[in-house]
């Protein structure tokens, strides 16, 4: 019997990208049922929910108890073995769900799986990867203990599992999600990664994750303090501190210099770098829930982008309106729920650094 997923959509306030997010999940073809949370008081919300009326299985307008309840009784409302949560600002791939239950199915013994996240900015823009990302370590103390290898919309685990951890703690309000992959492993659950990306992320000023007041710094506190080894709590927190710091430097100039210069050397996700350097057969990933269907992509770099080579399968022309902006048309417009590769081969003697790609 093939497995049935429950996502829950926690909604604190209206952001464009919803609509997309409930598209997202509408166009997974596996038994899921999807529950809306909505405390926003925003009209707007409940008109895209009035949308997708036919497809959601839950819906409450009004308010909760914060993130973590909203959570908590979307699953409560939906049954399924698998769960999952997404916010408002959180679109999957097409496919991810499929990919997930493949993985389950391949492998029973697995209780959570995850991937990639690609990361959007404000504009829907992808800008690059969530490069915190990792597999499961064989060797050595499971690195989620000291940092957050897991991407929350890209990780989907079953409710025994879940339950068998000690389920999502209400009380947290920003590290909920770290504070269970940590108990999930320390039950014993069993991680299974999927090389791909799951899902597109926004990574903004405003977001939850961008926030380092009293409170998610308590929050972060006590999970370091908690499971963390002894001697790598005080990096491990300077850490958080530094990425906060980082976000906040202004003008976007130099936030850009000091995040580069800061992951310079770190690890790369499908040939791109952690500071942007595209290295050689570099893969972009990209999708979208329009109703329009896409006839071209914009790459832009942050540097002239020379003589780099770029490989797509369904494009009939490329063009170059400057020297930093390369323009991809498609052979036919690009339908919603289609996942594009993009290869990138850049020139031997240039270091090319990646900016965005844009649907246009």
Same mark, same amino acid.
């Given at each position: 019997?093939?497995?049935?997923?429950?996502?829950?959509?926690?909604?604190?306030?209206?952001?464009?990208?919803?609509?997309?997010?409930?598209?997202?999940?509408?166009?997974?073809?596996?038994?899921?049922?999807?529950?809306?949370?909505?405390?926003?008081?925003?009209?707007?919300?409940? *008109?895209?929910?009035?949308? &997708?009326?036919?497809?959601?299985?839950?819906?409450?307008?009004?308010?909760?108890?914060?993130?973590?309840?909203?959570?908590? =009784?979307?699953?409560?409302?939906?049954?399924?073995?698998?769960?999952?949560?997404?916010?408002?600002?959180? %679109?999957?791939? @097409?496919?991810?769900? /499929?990919?997930?239950?493949?993985?389950?199915?391949?492998?029973?013994?697995?209780?959570?799986?995850?991937?990639?996240?690609?990361?959007?900015?404000?504009?829907?823009?992808?800008?690059?990867?969530?490069?915190?990302? *990792?597999?499961?370590?064989?060797?050595? @103390?499971?690195?989620?203990?000291?940092?957050?290898?897991?991407?929350?919309?890209?990780?989907?685990?079953?409710?025994?599992?879940?339950?068998?951890?000690?389920?999502?703690?209400?009380?947290?309000?920003?590290?909920?999600?770290?504070?269970?992959?940590?108990?999930? =492993?320390?039950?014993?659950?069993?991680?299974?990664? %999927?090389?791909?990306?799951?899902?597109?992320?926004?990574?903004?000023?405003?977001?939850?994750?961008?926030? &380092?007041?009293?409170?998610?710094?308590? *929050?972060?506190?006590?999970? %370091? *303090?908690?499971?963390?080894?002894?001697?790598?709590?005080?990096?491990?927190?300077?850490? &958080?501190?530094?990425?906060?710091?980082?976000?906040?430097?202004?003008?976007?100039?130099?936030?850009?210099?000091?995040?580069?210069?800061?992951? !310079?050397?770190? !690890?790369?996700?499908?040939?791109?770098?952690?500071?942007?350097?595209?290295?050689?057969?570099?893969?972009?990933?990209?999708?979208?829930? /329009?109703?329009?269907?896409?006839?071209?992509?914009?790459?832009?770099?942050?540097?002239?982008?020379?003589?780099?080579?770029?490989?797509?399968? =369904?494009?009939?022309?490329?063009?170059?309106?400057?020297?930093?902006?390369?323009?991809?048309?498609? /052979?036919? @417009?690009?339908?919603?729920?289609?996942?594009?590769?993009?290869?990138?081969?850049?020139?031997?003697?240039?270091?090319? !650094? &990646?900016?965005?790609? /844009?649907?246009?």
């Amino acid at each position: 019997m093939a497995l049935s997923f429950s996502i829950s959509v926690p909604v604190g306030a209206w952001h464009p990208f919803l609509p997309a997010c409930l598209a997202s999940l509408a166009a997974q073809k596996v038994d899921l049922k999807v529950s809306l949370l909505d405390a926003s008081r925003d009209e707007r919300v409940s *008109e895209i929910a009035n949308r &997708f009326a036919g497809f959601l299985h839950y819906r409450r307008h009004g308010p909760d108890g914060g993130q973590s309840a909203a959570i908590l =009784e979307g699953w409560a409302k939906a049954p399924g073995e698998v769960l999952g949560w997404l916010n408002a600002d959180d %679109i999957l791939m @097409p496919g991810a769900l /499929e990919r997930a239950r493949g993985a389950f199915s391949g492998d029973p013994s697995l209780d959570l799986v995850y991937g990639h996240s690609t990361i959007l900015d404000e504009a829907g823009c992808m800008v690059g990867y969530h490069w915190a990302v *990792e597999p499961p370590n064989e060797e050595g @103390p499971p690195r989620i203990y000291e940092a957050g290898v897991i991407s929350q919309p890209s990780c989907f685990f079953k409710r025994a599992a879940y339950e068998a951890a000690g389920g999502l703690d209400e009380d947290l309000h920003y590290t909920m999600d770290w504070d269970l992959w940590v108990r999930l =492993e320390k039950s014993g659950a069993k991680a299974g990664f %999927i090389d791909a990306p799951l899902s597109m992320v926004l990574w903004g000023d405003e977001t939850k994750t961008a926030s &380092f007041n009293a409170q998610r710094r308590a *929050e972060l506190k006590r999970i %370091i *303090e908690t499971y963390a080894p002894e001697e790598k709590r005080k990096k491990i927190f300077r850490a &958080f501190a530094l990425h906060n710091l980082m976000n906040r430097v202004k003008p976007e100039g130099l936030k850009k210099a000091v995040t580069r210069a800061l992951h !310079r050397g770190r !690890r790369e996700i499908y040939g791109l770098s952690a500071d942007g350097l595209v290295r050689p057969d570099a893969k972009v990933f990209l999708a979208h829930y /329009e109703e329009t269907p896409r006839e071209s992509v914009r790459l832009s770099f942050e540097n002239a982008a020379g003589d780099v080579a770029v490989e797509c399968g =369904e494009a009939i022309s490329f063009s170059r309106p400057d020297a930093r902006t390369i323009d991809i048309a498609f /052979e036919k @417009p690009v339908e919603a729920a289609r996942t594009i590769k993009l290869s990138l081969e850049p020139p031997a003697s240039a270091k090319l !650094r &990646f900016k965005s790609a /844009e649907w246009r």
